[in-house]
């Protein structure tokens, strides 16, 4: 029986969401819990976050023994046992040909930060910034939507050989006294979201412009190569 799960998980407590020889992924904790109840399976995740990146919706797929037919009970008995950084939300039954990654059309994520100084309870959960333009940030993140080539947007050594990425939707707002910067794409290359926003935060600090920024995009320069703080992004949801 092929199951979609839908989870969340605190990012700065495993090494990455994908298996990793030291055990200490996020993959590697759902796999220990899966063995112990004789579930022998293999995972298959919407896609990789990195080490200290959150998810409020990332997405896993795997096939459970017809025993199993109590989803809830599955996802009770789970929770049980998996570290309090892991939550599973949902767990349906779905069509065999349902690949998490594959069936994939829209990735969301989510960038947070705050104008206040951060706390000993939300400093791995939000990025702070004192000072910068909202109205210009706004403007700015427009520049990404659409198809780019995003080489000079990705974490250099990655062994990605297609760069070529499409943005459907790029927003910045404000909720209560967070700003929240919304990207969604068909899919992202490492560390593209953390460098987009690092490129934004300098325009909205007026140490970069929009001028730059589109140089960059098109490739005729390489301006900016900083990724952002890893503790504000979080994987939102993923659309099939």
């Known amino acids: 029986m092929n199951a979609k799960f839908t989870i969340s998980y605190d990012g700065t407590s495993f ?20 063995k112990s109840l004789n579930i022998d399976t293999k995972i298959v995740l919407s ?16 096939n459970l023994p017809s025993y199993w037919e109590e989803l809830l009970k599955l996802k009770e008995a789970l929770n049980r046992q998996l570290p309090l950084s892991i939550k599973i939300k949902d767990i349906v039954k779905i069509d065999e040909t349902f690949h998490a990654r594959f069936s994939a059309k829209k990735r969301v994520y989510r960038y947070l930060v705050t104008k ?18 909202e109205e210009e940030i706004k403007k700015a993140i427009k520049e990404f939507v659409g ?4 080489e000079y947007f990705h974490k250099t050594g990655s062994d990605k050989e297609n760069t ?5 939707d790029a927003r910045f707002y404000r909720y209560k ?10 899919s992202y290359l490492r ?36 990724p ?12 099939y």
Do not use: W
């Not at 198809?147 to 995003?150: C, P, V």
């Not at 070529?164 to 459907?168: A, K, T």
């Open 15 to 34: 090494q990455g969401s994908q298996t990793q020889p030291n055990k200490l992924s996020v993959e590697d904790a759902l796999q220990k819990v899966f």
């Open 47 to 62: 896609g990789r976050t990195d080490r200290d990146v959150h998810a409020t919706g990332q997405v896993f797929n795997c």
């Open 116 to 133: 206040k100084e951060l706390t000993a309870f939300n400093s791995k959960y939000l990025c702070s910034q004192k000072e910068f333009d």
């Open 147 to 150: 198809i780019y080539d995003f």
């Open 164 to 168: 070529v990425r499409e943005i459907f």
């Open 177 to 186: 006294d967070i700003y929240v910067f919304r990207f969604c794409a068909n």
């Open 191 to 226: 560390s593209q979201i953390r460098l987009m926003v690092g490129f934004l935060l300098k325009i909205g600090e007026g140490k970069l412009s929009i001028e730059d920024l589109k140089d960059q995009l098109n490739k005729k320069r390489r301006v900016f190569k900083t």
């Open 228 to 239: 952002a703080s890893p503790y504000g992004l979080y994987l939102a949801k993923v659309y």
